[in-house]
């Protein structure tokens, strides 16, 4: 030491080593205590009441006369008061040494804490480096922080190992009492630990009157100690309070924060917490843990449901607290970093479904810069992460291709063409026409609304009432989407990363899909996204433990309602195949499970699935309109069987070769014969399908036109069984590659043809364009000058001159919603305004106006192009007076007085079940919300297998 130099001050430490039920590790923490290089200079044990032999491991290390033994419901802060409150002072400088019975100092551990104090005059709270109790290499806490609404952050990922990563002395917000070093002056200048705080946050709470006592808190990551964190993560019972050890937990959080800012600050954290707590209580009850909720709630009310006690609470800690704010400010977790954790929870739950892949969460990591006091945020982990996983490049690049190709159709006006109604009005439209009773569009019906309509409302609303974005992001956006979920989805059923992003990506550019946007099919579209869910949900239904697979089967049955609403068809076809797969894996409760899963849909649905049911030719439809210029009449069997559903948007038979060798190349194969064999099933189940689909001829719901149905949904399901069967044996073309000569050479061979679909169909579909019927930009259906002279409601009969003969539609004076021309028209009506149409284009005389203005037509209208004959005929209507005539429109006006005719009384049945059926969509959406343990301690998850991974054993 130089002469120049401060003398140091003589250190006396008192050691105080609380107890409670923790025989298990108390052992090694009074070793490991006695084994410091530098010594203490007392020990005292207090016992708060242990029953399992925790005083008699105390006594027996320390002596009688050092342990004191308190009430079982003492608290530690209590138990650390009466300590030192029949303790006598030490010499020198006294510095207090808190130890939980779970927490083992390494030897060097004090030595170090006290050569950190002596380098600051003004450290006067200083604590080690906490590591996990069983595995050894885990870092717990270099220091502690919380946000203001109490919420606690180690900047540390979950399962980080010590590596030096944090190495130094740190300056910190908050350091635990496991291992805590603490000045005996600044202890009783401050109060010591608050008894109304008995377990939880205590530390913080001395921490944060210490700081703003004008003392620093340090962490000394030279000294380490290792703690098993047994109150916390629920390893022994907790006696000290008689709230729930979570609630507790919250309770203090909150209190804390609350006591200790300055009023400002205060009045905003109080706003967060309102309504963080009200946020959390609804998250916890989605989830499906009541008691987590209840407590969240219930912690809220206990800290603000007591004012007097708070503001005892601020007046006690009331000095420094202004001038201290500032630097405390820059400890504090920074704001936005509650959403960072929200983020990197959902970031957690999608690693388990295989979105990301690497293992644990990350926080925003938090330190003051000595120098300057500026926050350093490294959150460059989770971007790394995130855009190095194949699952996202996979998405990105489907995005890509998708906005290459659908290069004309975004940034228009209004989508429509095709199948696609023009997309006007917003979610208010939507919801009105779900909930009408009786609809007013066409020619008037009490039918029920198709249910796509509310599903297609629910994402407008979220999406700020706009519908157009709600249509585009499910119709131009399900390449990638479906590519994402194709991703996802398969992690449980295919081994390798790169496996799934070929079959993902295969299965988004299927001419399928490409011909339901080029068609603007809108219902294809939405069960290309979900199909691949429901093979994952079915394989968990299937094997996975009972609990979870009834939660399968419970999401399995939502999402089959939403991909039923779209189309139909999904319905039957993924009965089928469930009603197979129950058979031939009869385990315990799988039939249970299925026919939820079967059930669900059956009851959200009805009575509209009766009501379409009833007219079986209906099932083959799905949203949106169907016309005979978006199917071939006579579809080749060699298109089917080559998984193209014929229509806009095709791209070459060729393309999909690939595939169908990649899958005949499997039948090859001497292993997993059983899964080849369901795989072919399911393929050859979708084309049969199929065929049958393409040879039937459907009536669109408002009976105007007939042509055969398109078959795009049974072959997703066939491509889906090919596309597994070929993934599951990527194996095995591993192995021939690895044998060399001519099993090489194969190999090599099946791979490039199969690389090739991917491929070829996006250089194709972006060289081609979403060609087809579906437009960026259209007009609105019905002519302006009938729209301004509809302020009545009064419908206009559309006619439209084609090679089968006339065509006609009615509308009410307003281009349709989406979802009113899926509406059925009743059969009286709709026969009676056909031979009406269809006299006045004969020459018939007023009779056939008569009939129109009963049912409320006013208008005629000649669409494009125009016929002249059709307008020649109009024109010698002495019932008729034309309007406006040119090649592109043709309008004419009843000259008689025209009625809407009136609504039938309401149904009152009708809107108790629609009130009915939200609240079993949210009940049947909890039952299948993923759950999540609450117990502190939890182990790794274990991976089970599926049943394709299980015949795949065989």
């Given at each position: ?290 008691a987590n909720a209840l407590d969240e709630f219930l912690a809220f009310g206990s800290v603000f449901g007591h004012p007097v006690r708070m503001l005892r609470a601020r007046r006690a800690r009331a000095l420094g607290r202004e001038q201290s704010y500032g630097t405390i400010r820059r400890l504090l977790s920074p704001p936005g970093a509650g959403w960072r954790r929200l983020a990197d929870r959902t970031q957690s739950y999608l690693s388990g479904a295989g979105f990301v892949e690497s293992a644990g969460r990350h926080h925003a990591v938090t330190a003051a810069q000595q120098e300057d006091g500026e926050e350093l945020l490294t959150d460059a982990g989770v971007t790394q992460r995130v855009f190095s996983n194949p699952g996202v490049l996979l998405f990105l690049a489907l995005a890509l291709v998708t906005l290459a190709a659908e290069r004309s159709l975004i940034g228009g006006a209004r989508l429509g063409g095709g199948a696609l109604v023009p997309v006007i009005g917003g979610a208010s439209d939507l919801w009105d026409l779900y909930r009408e009773d009786y609809h007013q569009a066409g020619l008037g019906s009490d039918a029920w609304a198709p249910p796509y309509v509310a599903v297609l409302a629910v994402l407008s609303s979220l999406l700020f009432g706009k519908t157009w974005l709600a249509v585009s992001l499910l119709l131009l956006g399900s390449v990638p989407l479906a590519g994402l979920s194709a991703y996802v989805a398969t992690r449980s059923m295919i081994p390798g990363r790169w496996t799934r992003v070929w079959l993902a990506s295969s299965y988004a550019l299927l001419p399928v899909a490409t011909g339901a ?438």
């Amino acid at each position: 030491m130089s002469i120049t130099d401060p003398p140091r001050p003589h250190h006396t430490v008192t050691a105080i080593v609380v107890s409670h039920d923790g025989s298990r590790w108390l052992g090694e923490t009074l070793e490991a205590l006695l084994r410091q290089t530098r010594p203490v200079d007392r020990v005292v044990g207090v016992d708060n009441g242990s029953r399992d032999g925790s005083t008699a491991l105390l006594t027996g290390a320390l002596g009688p006369k050092a342990v004191l033994t308190l009430p079982r419901s003492t608290g530690f802060g209590e138990a650390v008061t009466e300590v030192l409150d029949r303790l006598g002072p030490g010499g020198g400088q006294e510095w207090i040494w808190l130890l939980h019975d779970d927490c083992a100092p390494d030897a060097r551990a004090l030595q170090a804490l006290l050569r950190a104090a002596d380098q600051d005059p003004r450290a006067a709270v200083l604590g080690p480096k906490l590591r996990d109790w069983l595995d050894r290499r885990l870092l717990l806490e270099v220091g502690v922080t919380v946000d203001r609404t109490g919420r606690r952050d180690t900047g540390l990922e979950a399962r980080e190992f010590d590596q030096g990563q944090y190495d130094g002395v740190r300056d910190v917000l908050s350091v635990s009492t496991a291992g805590m070093l603490i000045r005996r002056d600044v202890w009783d200048e401050v109060g010591g630990l608050d008894p109304a705080l008995p377990l939880f946050r205590d530390d913080l709470d001395l921490c944060w009157r210490v700081r703003s006592a004008g003392y620093r808190v340090l962490n000394v990551t030279q000294a380490v100690a290792w703690h098993a964190e047994a109150a916390y993560r629920r390893r022994r019972r907790i006696t000290a309070s008689g709230d729930h050890p979570r609630r507790l937990d919250r309770r203090n959080a909150m209190f804390v924060v609350m006591a200790n800012l300055p009023f400002r600050p205060l009045l905003r954290a109080l706003v967060r917490n309102l309504f963080g707590s009200l946020f959390r209580t609804v998250l916890f009850l989605a989830a499906k843990q009541p008691a987590n909720a209840l407590d969240e709630f219930l912690a809220f009310g206990s800290v603000f449901g007591h004012p007097v006690r708070m503001l005892r609470a601020r007046r006690a800690r009331a000095l420094g607290r202004e001038q201290s704010y500032g630097t405390i400010r820059r400890l504090l977790s920074p704001p936005g970093a509650g959403w960072r954790r929200l983020a990197d929870r959902t970031q957690s739950y999608l690693s388990g479904a295989g979105f990301v892949e690497s293992a644990g969460r990350h926080h925003a990591v938090t330190a003051a810069q000595q120098e300057d006091g500026e926050e350093l945020l490294t959150d460059a982990g989770v971007t790394q992460r995130v855009f190095s996983n194949p699952g996202v490049l996979l998405f990105l690049a489907l995005a890509l291709v998708t906005l290459a190709a659908e290069r004309s159709l975004i940034g228009g006006a209004r989508l429509g063409g095709g199948a696609l109604v023009p997309v006007i009005g917003g979610a208010s439209d939507l919801w009105d026409l779900y909930r009408e009773d009786y609809h007013q569009a066409g020619l008037g019906s009490d039918a029920w609304a198709p249910p796509y309509v509310a599903v297609l409302a629910v994402l407008s609303s979220l999406l700020f009432g706009k519908t157009w974005l709600a249509v585009s992001l499910l119709l131009l956006g399900s390449v990638p989407l479906a590519g994402l979920s194709a991703y996802v989805a398969t992690r449980s059923m295919i081994p390798g990363r790169w496996t799934r992003v070929w079959l993902a990506s295969s299965y988004a550019l299927l001419p399928v899909a490409t011909g339901a946007i080029a068609a603007g099919r809108l219902g294809t579209a939405v069960v290309l996204v979900l199909l691949p869910v429901y093979a994952a949900l079915a394989t968990r239904v299937l094997a996975g433990e009972r609990r979870r697979a009834r939660r399968a089967a419970w999401g399995l049955g939502l999402l089959l309602t939403v991909g039923t609403a779209f189309a139909p068809l999904v319905y039957p076809l993924a009965a089928v195949l469930g009603a197979l797969a129950a058979l031939a894996f009869p385990r315990r409760g799988v039939a249970v499970s299925m026919a939820v899963a079967f059930a669900v849909p059956v009851v959200l649905l009805f009575p509209w699935l009766l009501q379409t049911a009833a007219d079986p030719g209906r099932l083959l439809l799905e949203a949106g309109l169907h016309q005979s210029s978006l199917v071939e009449a006579r579809l080749p069997a060699q298109a089917l069987l080559l998984l193209s559903p014929g229509g806009p948007g095709m791209p070459p038979l060729w393309v999909t070769g690939g595939l169908i060798t990649a899958c005949l190349a499997a039948l090859l194969m001497r292993r997993n014969r059983m899964v080849i064999a369901i795989g072919w099933g399911v393929a050859l189940f979708g084309v049969l399908v199929a065929i049958l689909v393409s040879r039937t001829q459907v009536t669109s719901a408002g009976g105007d036109v007939e042509a055969p149905a398109w078959p795009g949904v049974p072959l997703a399901f066939a491509a889906t069984g090919m596309l597994v069967v070929a993934a599951l044996t990527a194996d095995r073309i591993v192995e021939f590659r690895a044998a060399g000569g001519l099993r090489r050479a194969a190999a090599l061979g099946v791979v490039l043809v199969a690389f090739s679909t991917p491929l070829l169909a996006a250089g194709m579909w972006v060289a081609r364009g979403a060609d087809g019927p579906l437009r960026g930009t259209v007009r609105d259906v019905v002519p302006a000058l009938v729209a301004v002279n509809s302020a009545g409601g009064e419908r206009a009969l559309m006619l439209h001159g084609t090679e089968e003969g006339l065509r006609y539609t009615v509308l009410r004076g307003r281009t349709p919603v989406v979802g009113e021309a899926d509406i059925p028209a009743p059969d009286g009506p709709r026969e009676r305004v056909r031979l009406a149409a269809a006299g006045l284009v004969s020459g018939r005389g007023g009779d056939d106006a008569r009939v129109l203005a009963a049912h409320g037509i006013r208008f005629v209208v000649l669409t494009a192009p125009v016929d002249p004959r059709l307008s020649q005929a109009l024109d010698s209507q002495p019932a008729l007076a034309r309007m406006s005539l040119s090649r592109a429109v043709g309008v004419w006006r009843l000259t008689q007085q025209v009625a809407l005719p009136a609504a039938p009384p309401g149904d009152p049945w009708h809107g108790r079940w629609l009130w009915a059926q939200a609240v079993l969509v949210l009940v049947v959406a909890a039952l299948a919300a993923p759950g999540s343990r609450t117990d502190g301690a939890e182990p790794a998850p274990q991976e089970e297998p599926g049943p394709v991974r299980e015949l795949a054993a065989r």
